[in-house]
């Protein structure tokens, strides 16, 4: 029944490709929150906080059946690093968010052996308010979006519509003349302004 399907979708969809391509086989989210980071910075000027992509911790990873079919229990130890700056964007120093424990049920279907499943992480921080400095700490708070996904890599049939077109030209960098500028500039007022009668 299946083939007579993919069978009939070929015949009206003409343009069909064949791609290899990432699938998320399930996905889930959650969020974290740390009221109070603490940093020391020295005596530094600070600029801002910069957060790098969160990611497991090697080694970690622990993959467990369950009681419900294609679901399993997912465990592991989620890092994010970032970085304290000053003013010009200088790296002040890099630390650690404190480690996110992750203990889930997420859908993991039943595969062949050679067929592997990637647990993938992805995060976006923020900080909350605006960070406090009492000498040479740094306090700050920090919410934390998660988002949890299966993968693997599957070929799938997609319509196509052919290759990309042609990017346009490229723009080469000039640097500006400001002579060229100037040669356009509106012409200023040479003389004071008159009292008008």
């Known amino acids: 029944m299946a083939e007579a399907n993919l069978r ?7 343009d069909v490709d064949c791609v290899i ?8 989210q959650q969020r974290e929150c740390f009221p109070q980071v603490e940093v020391n ?3 530094n000027a600070f600029g801002r906080i910069r957060f790098r992509p969160g990611f497991i911790v090697p080694n970690t990873l622990i993959v467990t059946d369950t009681d419900t079919p ?28 404190p480690d996110i424990l992750k203990d889930i049920i997420i ?8 067929f592997e499943f990637r647990i993938v ?62 040669e356009y500039a509106d012409f200023p007022d040479f003389f004071p302004p008159q009292l008008e009668a």
Do not use: H, M, W
């Not at 009939?8 to 003409?14: A, L």
């Not at 859908?107 to 050679?114: H, I, S, V």
């Open 8 to 14: 009939e979708i070929i015949r009206q969809q003409q």
């Open 107 to 114: 859908y993991l279907p039943d595969a062949r052996d050679e």
């Open 41 to 43: 910075i020295g005596d």
């Open 21 to 28: 391509v990432d699938k998320v086989f399930a996905s889930c």
């Open 70 to 97: 294609n679901f399993r229990r997912v465990r592991f130890t989620l890092r994010i690093p970032f970085q304290v700056l000053d003013p010009n964007g200088n790296i002040i120093t890099e630390q650690f968010l």
């Open 121 to 182: 992480v992805e995060t976006a921080s923020e900080v909350l308010s605006t960070p406090i400095r009492n000498g040479n700490t740094l306090t700050f708070p920090v919410g934390v979006f998660i988002i949890i996904k299966v993968v693997g890599t599957v070929q799938l049939l997609i319509p196509s519509f052919g290759y990309c077109p042609p990017p346009p030209e490229c723009t080469e960098f000039s640097p500006t003349d400001v002579c060229e500028e100037f």
